[in-house]
């Protein structure tokens, strides 16, 4: 089984729960052995060449799914509209589909790089928090999916859910200095993250689907 992982600091407490699951489940898999962007992930499990990854939530309806997702209930930190042209950001999939859904113009920013922004006092449009406000409703931004192996998966994302999501400081301190932040802002920002799709977000996902549709 190949596992690919979305290299964004919003799935560090699934990349260490990966870790820790592989050593003890004796699960022989590739952990990241294809770590890259998510639009670039999405690309990979459409040609097979992994299994399983969280893809971007505008390309789930393609594949069966677990109910673990990126999940922001207002304000994400890290997927901004931000003054300019008109611009996608290339890493991206749904996040360029919200703003067309929410007709927000300017250059769209994901990820790491739009959180170092933010840190370092950069101004824009949450695109989470405009979705909330229009819609009362969390924004999924992923879901982790599979194409086989569907059951290996399933009980994989049980034991996450029922899993405290730690991260340990030596990783911590390792990954913040790699963005040029503080482990108490990476803390903080996985704050805003949840994984776990409950009533609301699977029925912000169906609305969102239906928008971006039209």
């Known amino acids: 089984m190949i596992f690919g992982s979305i290299s964004y600091l919003n799935l560090l407490p699934f990349q260490v729960f990966m870790k820790r699951y592989i050593k003890h489940s004796g699960t022989k898999m590739a952990l990241n052995y294809r770590k890259n962007v998510p639009s670039q992930i999405n690309k990979a499990l459409k040609s097979r060449h992994i299994n399983g990854a969280f893809i971007s939530s505008i390309e789930s309806p393609r594949y069966d799914c677990t109910d673990l997702g990126i999940i922001a209930n207002r304000a994400v930190y890290s997927v901004f509209v ?99 932040i503080t482990p108490k802002q990476l803390l903080w920002y996985l704050e805003h993250i949840e994984y776990k799709m409950n009533y609301k977000s699977k029925k912000s996902l169906k609305l969102f689907l239906k928008k971006a549709s039209k």
């Open 82 to 180: 931000i003054e300019g042209e008109d611009k996608v950001d290339n890493e991206s999939a749904t996040s360029n589909q919200l703003a067309e859904v929410l007709d927000l113009k300017g250059e769209v920013i994901i990820g790491d790089k739009a959180l170092t922004y933010y840190l370092n006092g950069g101004e824009g449009i949450d695109l989470a928090t405009e979705w909330h406000k229009e819609t009362n409703l969390p924004f999924v931004f992923a879901r982790l999916c599979y194409n086989c192996y569907g059951e290996s998966i399933k009980k994989m994302a049980k034991k996450f859910m029922h899993t405290p999501h730690k991260v340990p400081q030596y990783i911590l301190k390792k990954e913040a200095k790699k963005r040029d």
